[in-house]
């Protein structure tokens, strides 16, 4: 049996998940986050009473890591930068890979663990020559790869995911059985709670001039209405634009440097591919691969081929597709394998 610490936010997965390790006979030690000043966030601070006492509910140690300015510095003014440049990226990417899975994971094995647990919906196997793969969850509609693609092969290798093959009723119903107090919040909190409803606030706070009106304009320059902020738009939205238009028009580009939208009738703004950087890719190097491929996590997967140099991801859908928004994660799947992805940098 092993030490392991777990990541627990209150809820039911990274509890459940806490009570399946003590149950196999681990040595268990519940670890949360201190991810916003004290005070700072009501539900917050309800989370990190919520997993203290889903802890002590267990039997086991409970730590609180106060990770608090690096997630300012790593995750909010990063996402900030991010949507006042005019790109979309994903919060809970960026916190899974530097604060979760980065500074949390090194506290873990700083204090003697030797695993470290979370409770998402997410699997890890070997293959054949014994490297780490990340797998689909049992639960395709809980499945959280997607946000977990960045992990790196040393981290795999002493990560768990102790509710990876179960259903989603499943882990509720244990979690019941074992009357502890976070039952009565089916959904587990992720670190993407921080800023959810009130993300574009967030941004004009450290950017005012994303706050500020401007121009809507057609792919010609056409000046079509006003915007009221680039914070509070992404590529690939059609709903809140205030233009009325024959035909349904949606966000196909964000102008930071002049302060304005383009937009384009839905059926005009279909691509076939797009470039990726930055990757994390365990699948062969140089070599076009048939795949499936998420372009954002409540987006289905969808047939492709895909070609990962040394920090250069290109993929060729064999249907078109919209909706595909700079700075968001794109992910590759062959089959129930995590190939990797990349940030989505340009559409083609």
Known sequence: MAIVWVAMSGGVDSTVAAARLLDQGHDVTGATMRLLPEGHLASHDDCLLSAKAAAHALGIEHVLVDLSDDFEHLVLARVADAYARGTTPNPCVVCNECIKFGLLFDAAMEAGAELFATGHYARVSRDERGRPQL?????????????????????????????????????????ETLDLPETERPESQDVCFAVRGNLARMVVERHPESGIEGDVVDVSDTVLGRHTGIARYTVGQRKGLGIAAETALVVVAIDARLNRLVVAPVDESDVNGLVAEDIQWRGPHDADVRCDVQIRYRSPAVPAR????????????????????????????AGEICLGGGEIRARR
């Not at 790869?145 to 244990?174: C, H, N």
């Not at 895909?306 to 597709?321: G, H, K, N, P």
């Open 135 to 175: 797998l689909r969850a049992r639960d395709r509609t809980k499945d959280q790869t997607y946000f977990l693609y960045r992990l790196p092969e040393d981290v795999l290798l002493r990560s768990l995911f102790p509710i990876g093959e179960s259903l989603k009723k499943d882990v509720i119903a244990e979690a």
């Open 306 to 333: 895909a070609i990962a140099q040394t920090d250069r991801l290109e993929v060729t859908f064999e249907s078109l597709q919209r909706g595909i928004a700079p700075g968001q994660a794109v992910v590759c799947y």
